[in-house]
């Protein structure tokens, strides 16, 4: 094992913030439909890798900024969510059975956009891919700052939104006690279908902050599912600050780790630290 510098050390755990605000983001969607509709969504991943595609095509070819393609993009993935929710809701898939429904059309997506893009590897070349700037002796990619910058915006205001509005309080109601919350005349469907398109529009919003700093290619979809997965259940079920703050706690780790010994063991920080989780406080989640 070797000890970095000083600034070394300060530029990986910076790098860690900005990966685990993907992360966040990644999450957020995924550990609302699992925690207040009981839904275990892979398919969020594939959304994201498509919106990813999605960005790549219209900036690439159709000459758009990548953070135009957001008008398009936002609307297009909220009617996918709404739709798989109205498929799950229609035939009463229960969560176990939403976790295999959603990994076969993870699937389905995934041999789509190979269809589509092919398995080559693509990446988008825009504006903000080589602009950064200097603090002290650290440098900041300006597209990671801005997947931090979106990450930390849509996780407060999913927050102040659950806490302060009617949807939000609605939504909590029918994840404690759906049929109380029925009979005080919340519209269980209705309300589930908002949220679903809710995250799948964040799913959209992931893709885009994907195709700014990643090379895309179509098997990448699962080596997300980990980590993610580790940053939802760390950060709570439902939470929408919850992911974002395990998110940044895993890519610190992660990246402190890699400063300090290979690449390779940086996988075993999030999962150790799920692990240690789901051992002393299994109740939690």
């Not at 990813?52 to 936002?74: E, M």
């Not at 504006?127 to 300006?142: D, E, H, M």
Request: aromatic share 12%.
């Amino acid at each position: 094992m070797t000890f970095p510098s000083g600034t070394l050390l300060a530029q990986s755990a910076l790098s860690g913030v900005f990966i685990g605000g993907l992360y966040g983001l990644l999450g957020l969607g995924l550990g609302l439909t699992w925690g207040l509709l009981h839904i275990i969504n892979l398919a969020h991943f594939a959304f994201a890798f498509l919106a990813a595609y999605l960005c790549y095509q219209l900036a690439s070819v159709g000459g758009l900024d990548p953070l135009l393609t957001l008008a398009l993009i936002v609307p297009l993935f909220f009617l996918f969510g709404v739709a798989v929710q109205w498929l799950l809701s229609r035939y009463a898939v229960s969560p176990l059975n939403s976790l295999l429904a959603t990994f076969g059309l993870t699937a389905i997506i995934e041999a789509f956009i190979q269809y589509v893009w092919t398995a080559d590897f693509r990446k988008l070349e825009s504006v903000y891919a080589t602009q950064k700037f200097r603090v002290g002796g650290l440098f900041v990619p300006v597209p990671e700052l801005i997947t931090l910058g979106l990450a930390v915006a849509l996780s407060v205001g999913i927050f102040a939104a659950m806490r302060y509005t009617n949807l939000g309080r609605a939504l909590r109601a029918l994840a404690e006690d759906a049929p109380m919350a029925a009979a005080f005349g919340v519209n269980r469907r209705a309300h589930a279908l908002i949220l679903a398109g809710v995250c799948g529009a964040l799913a959209g919003i992931a893709g885009v902050c994907l195709a700014l700093s990643f090379t895309l290619t179509p098997s990448q979809i699962y080596a997300w599912v980990g980590v993610v997965f580790a940053a939802v259940m760390l950060g709570g079920l439902g939470s929408p600050l919850g992911p974002l703050a395990a998110g940044i706690v895993i890519g610190v780790s992660e990246a402190v780790t890699m400063a300090f010994a290979s690449p390779s063991w940086a996988p075993i920080v999030s999962f150790s630290l799920l692990i240690g989780l789901l051992l002393l406080r299994p109740g939690r989640t």
